[in-house]
């Protein structure tokens, strides 16, 4: 009963350091999603999946890449860090389908990344 | 385009007092669905409360109540006699129907219930 899992937990980079931080769940979620959350912003959408080979872009996915390669997994790739991407990343996951009333995120734990 | 605002920054109650927290949405969908989520001091995330465009019932789960009224685009929760473990930032979110399925966040409200 793992639900969303998030790694690492915590995290310091240097600019220009590059990294992935992992979310994989075990609910058999078609819909994925990064998200990250600063103070006084709120969460904010960076990239989400709605299955295997589909992603999109969200409110803010510039310096943020991510691929869907299995339903389970979601990672999210920093290719050269900077320092406003400093901030608590959260990855989440639900089904999907237009009604479907099972459609409650999940949420991982959290990573906090702090980039020097 | 899909909004959601929470005006609300910050809120101080002290224990035993109710506290209304507010959410408004924008969104063209007829179908869409609204959440409410705690994220206590600890960080996680935790789920309260999902509603349905459909239903307008407002909805009763112990001290915790949520007023749906689609005329006003407005989804307020509100907690009853507060108490300290009340203490948490409140997150509203809308999930768009129409295609991409995405879920957007307002930028919370800190509550802060002293006891």
């Known amino acids: 009963n793992a639900g969303v899992t998030q790694t690492p937990k915590f995290q310091v980079l240097k600019t220009g350091q590059s990294m992935t931080l992992q979310c994989a769940q075990d609910?058999?979620?078609?819909?994925m999603s990064w998200y990250r959350q600063d103070p006084g912003m709120g969460l904010r959408l960076i990239h989400y999946?709605?299955?295997?080979?589909?992603?999109d872009q969200g409110e803010v996915p510039n310096g943020y890449n991510v691929s869907r390669s299995t339903t389970e997994d979601f990672p999210l790739r920093l290719l050269s860090a900077a320092p406003s991407q400093t901030s608590v990343y959260f990855c989440?996951?639900?089904?999907?389908?237009?009604?479907?009333?099972?459609?409650?995120?999940?949420f991982g734990a959290g990573s906090r990344l702090t980039v020097l | 385009a899909q909004k959601v605002t929470q005006a609300q920054t910050e809120i101080s109650v002290v224990e035993k007092e109710d506290v209304t927290l507010d959410c408004v949405y924008e969104?063209?969908?007829?179908?869409?669905?609204l959440f409410w989520y705690k994220q206590p001091p600890s960080g996680e995330l935790v789920f309260l409360i999902r509603?349905?465009?459909?239903?307008?019932q407002n909805e009763i789960s112990g001290r915790y109540s949520w007023n749906f009224q689609k005329s006003t685009s407005s989804f307020n929760f509100t907690i009853t006699a507060s108490q300290v473990v009340d203490s948490a930032v409140y997150f509203c979110?809308?999930?768009?129907?129409?295609?991409?399925?995405?879920?957007?966040f307002g930028t919370g409200t800190r509550l802060k219930v002293l006891a």
């Open positions: 969104t063209r969908d007829t179908t869409y669905y």
């Open positions: 509603r349905n465009s459909f239903d307008e």
């Open positions: 989440a996951s639900s089904y999907a389908g237009r009604n479907s009333g099972a459609n409650v995120l999940t």
């Open positions: 609910m058999n979620h078609e819909y």
């Open positions: 979110a809308l999930r768009d129907t129409s295609g991409t399925y995405k879920y957007i």
């Open positions: 999946s709605v299955g295997a080979g589909i992603t």
